[in-house]
């Protein structure tokens, strides 16, 4: 059995950032009450005029990490593209990324949704792939418009989050260090209606009930509740099951939905401040993008480095969850 390593990380986000006070334009709301409640103070919104979708966003980020894997395009030979939003429903946007990317080996291309978690499930399913031999170089990405399903005049939900793009390559290692040691994950379907949104799809394919233009239904206070709750146990679980000391663990990467959620999180584990990963100031919850471009920010700022142990966790629409560690 082989084991794998992470050997490139990129991210995008685009240009055009929407603070807590633009948002005054569509509804009545204030930085203070945003800021108090999620720890958020502004967003970055894609641009279509900008040739900003998921695919061409998750391609800026994967160039950045083929880059830094030091490997051609026809080197990845399978894609994991993480989305809640396709940039069509087909193809894929795995394929279209394979496309962006020049890449001409034909690799398979698969598209994942696990809302927020989405990411590490993808991440969970390449280790397993490489793990038995079948693939050396796996692309990894999490790229995501929530602004396209957005509901701007919703100050309820609209506020908390953004878009972006994170992309990994996770490669064969021949370094016994670098490893995934475990991954956890779960879905609790009796709570799917906590965080869901029914239309533009099979059940309701358009837009129809203009008086009421609900996209994202969210009970909130569940939801935050349950992230709390859920990604402690989790951590607390796979900390126990791979006889890991919480002192061992150098970098903490939580899903960056809230503030709130993830000092809670991090209390429980008395991770220092040093140790904990926080950028949802910058770019709110950006969904299955926020841990891979949190891990590229880590490391370009040097919290990171190999050998060190990395704990990440993810929570959201399902209500799904998720959580990983590794040594990097
Ligand atoms: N600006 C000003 N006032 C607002 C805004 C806003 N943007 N949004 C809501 N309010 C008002 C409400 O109308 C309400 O007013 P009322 O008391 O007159 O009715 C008041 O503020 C309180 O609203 P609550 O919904 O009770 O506020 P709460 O303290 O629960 O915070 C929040 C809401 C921030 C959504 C919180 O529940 C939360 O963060 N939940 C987690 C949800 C989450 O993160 N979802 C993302 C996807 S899942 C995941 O990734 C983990």
Same mark, same amino acid.
Request: charged share 25%; net charge negative.
């Given at each position: 059995?082989?084991?794998?390593?992470?050997?490139?990380?990129?991210?995008?986000?685009?240009?055009?950032?929407?603070?807590?006070?633009?948002?005054?334009?569509?509804?009545?709301?204030?930085?203070?009450?945003?800021?108090?409640?999620?720890?958020?103070?502004?967003?970055?919104?894609?641009?279509?005029?900008?040739?900003?979708?998921?695919?061409?966003?998750?391609?800026?980020?994967?160039?950045?990490?083929?880059?830094?894997?030091?490997?051609?395009?026809?080197?990845?030979?399978?894609?994991?593209?993480?989305?809640?939003?396709?940039?069509?429903?087909?193809?894929?946007?795995?394929?279209?990324?394979?496309?962006?990317?020049?890449?001409?080996?034909?690799?398979?291309?698969?598209?994942?949704?696990?809302?927020?978690?989405?990411?590490?499930?993808?991440?969970?399913?390449?280790?397993?792939?490489?793990?038995?031999?079948?693939?050396?170089?796996?692309?990894?990405?999490?790229?995501?418009?929530?602004?396209?399903?957005?509901?701007?005049?919703?100050?309820?939900?609209?506020?908390?989050?953004?878009?972006?793009?994170? @992309?990994?390559? !996770?490669? &064969?290692? %021949?370094?016994?260090?670098?490893?995934?040691?475990? *991954?956890? =994950?779960? #879905?609790?379907?009796?709570?799917?209606?906590?965080?869901?949104?029914?239309?533009?799809?099979?059940?309701?394919?358009?837009?129809?009930?203009?008086?009421?233009?609900?996209?994202?239904?969210?009970?909130?206070?569940?939801?935050?509740?349950?992230?709390?709750?859920?990604?402690?146990?989790?951590?607390?679980?796979?900390?126990?099951?791979?006889?890991?000391?919480?002192?061992?663990?150098?970098?903490?990467?939580?899903?960056?939905?809230?503030?709130?959620?993830?000092?809670?999180?991090?209390?429980?584990?008395?991770?220092?401040?040093?140790?904990?990963?926080?950028?949802?100031?910058?770019?709110?919850?950006?969904?299955?993008?926020?841990?891979?471009?949190?891990?590229?920010?880590?490391?370009? @700022?040097?919290? !990171?480095? &190999?050998? %060190?142990?990395?704990?990440?966790?993810?929570?959201? *629409?399902? =209500?799904? #969850?998720?959580?990983?560690?590794?040594?990097?």
């Amino acid at each position: 059995m082989y084991t794998s390593k992470i050997t490139g990380t990129g991210h995008f986000v685009p240009e055009k950032i929407y603070t807590n006070n633009d948002l005054k334009q569509f509804f009545d709301t204030s930085d203070e009450w945003i800021v108090e409640r999620t720890g958020i103070k502004e967003r970055r919104i894609s641009d279509a005029e900008k040739n900003e979708f998921p695919s061409t966003m998750a391609a800026h980020a994967s160039k950045m990490a083929l880059k830094k894997a030091n490997l051609e395009a026809n080197d990845i030979d399978f894609i994991l593209f993480s989305s809640t939003m396709s940039d069509y429903n087909f193809p894929n946007s795995a394929t279209l990324l394979q496309d962006l990317l020049g890449i001409t080996n034909h690799c398979g291309c698969l598209d994942v949704n696990s809302a927020c978690t989405g990411w590490i499930y993808a991440m969970t399913m390449a280790n397993s792939l490489i793990e038995n031999g079948t693939y050396k170089n796996i692309l990894v990405v999490g790229s995501e418009t929530t602004s396209s399903y957005n509901n701007w005049l919703d100050r309820s939900k609209c506020v908390l989050f953004g878009d972006g793009a994170g @992309a990994v390559i !996770l490669s &064969r290692s %021949d370094n016994e260090t670098s490893k995934i040691h475990k *991954s956890i =994950l779960s #879905s609790d379907s009796t709570k799917k209606d906590d965080l869901i949104k029914k239309t533009g799809m099979a059940r309701k394919p358009f837009f129809v009930d203009k008086e009421n233009p609900e996209m994202v239904e969210m009970n909130g206070q569940a939801v935050f509740k349950a992230a709390v709750k859920t990604m402690a146990h989790q951590c607390a679980s796979i900390l126990e099951e791979t006889n890991t000391a919480k002192e061992e663990v150098d970098l903490f990467i939580p899903h960056q939905a809230n503030l709130r959620i993830i000092e809670a999180v991090a209390r429980r584990f008395e991770f220092p401040n040093e140790k904990v990963m926080i950028n949802v100031q910058k770019y709110a919850n950006t969904s299955s993008a926020t841990i891979p471009i949190a891990l590229n920010e880590a490391l370009e @700022a040097g919290r !990171l480095k &190999r050998a %060190d142990k990395l704990l990440l966790t993810t929570f959201g *629409s399902g =209500l799904t #969850s998720a959580t990983l560690l590794l040594t990097y």
